[in-house]
């Protein structure tokens, strides 16, 4: 049963004041009723001390705060997030997902069933029949988001049809066997680099459809230089695998 596993959502963090509580308080509230980890990278607007006051409302390991002293990208943060959610032992599943709720939480249960039925990695899928982005998109982000995920599924050859998302189920021991410390993208890369790693384990994908809607408060942080490198580092990852190291 998915209501056996012991789960934990790791939420990095930067600047969402204005979107943290009610986050929070939805996938608190949600079926699943997961622990949380928010990986916090100093937010000048108070971010963190907005996760302090919902963890006081809860019982004591709900709601965890790791706060970071460097804002060095996106995949420097799960790396510091999945560590801590893996030390503590407590977890057998371990969910990442956005801060800003462009991520469905009602989804967080199915995935976790799938987990339940075997899966050692289940992705919040955008594009498998079901999936979709939100009318609110404008055409060329659309575009944007759907070329982008082509090109590195074609050029990496993975048989997932999200390949860049970032709402992901993981089964904890899949993720603890990953060496993380070479999965070294900064940005948006490091999904396409998880992601593929385990498909090189040999890892049970599955794919679950969600709608991924716009955040309706704050700015999103994606950037030409983040689109840049995960272009990049999607060229390297073809030819010397995740680590896109020699």
């Known amino acids: 049963m998915a209501e056996a596993l012991r789960c934990v959502v790791v939420l990095p963090t930067y600047d969402e004041a204005d979107n943290i509580t009610g986050m929070l308080e939805r996938i608190l509230g949600s079926a699943l009723a ?30 965890r705060l790791l706060t970071r002293t460097t804002k060095d990208g996106l995949g420097a943060a799960y790396r510091a997030g999945f560590a801590h959610a ?19 939480v009602e989804a967080l ?4 069933a799938e987990i339940a039925a075997g899966a050692d990695l289940v992705l919040g899928a955008r594009y498998v029949p079901g999936g979709a982005l939100d009318d609110a998109w404008p055409w060329y982000r659309k575009a944007l988001s759907r070329g982008a995920n082509v090109y590195a599924r074609v050029l990496l050859r993975a048989p997932v049809a999200d ?4 709402f992901k189920a993981w089964r904890a021991d899949l993720l603890r066997s990953l060496d993380l410390s070479q999965l070294t993208a900064a940005g948006y890369a490091f999904q396409i680099q998880t992601t593929l790693a385990a498909l090189q384990r040999g890892a049970t994908v599955r794919e679950v459809p969600i709608l991924f809607t716009e955040r309706t408060h704050g700015t999103s942080k994606m950037s030409r230089a983040i689109i840049r490198e995960a272009m990049v580092a999607v060229l390297r990852m073809r030819r010397h695998g995740p680590s896109g190291h020699r």
Do not use: C, F, K, N
């Not at 997961?34 to 100093?42: F, T």
């Open 34 to 63: 997961p622990d949380v980890l928010v990986v916090d990278d100093s937010s000048p607007d108070g971010t963190g001390a907005l996760v302090e006051q919902v963890a006081a409302r809860y019982p004591q390991g709900r709601v």
């Open 86 to 104: 893996l030390a503590a032992g407590e977890h057998d599943v371990v969910v990442q997902m956005d801060a800003d709720g462009s991520h469905p």
């Open 109 to 112: 249960e199915r995935m976790t």
């Open 163 to 166: 390949l860049t998302g970032g």
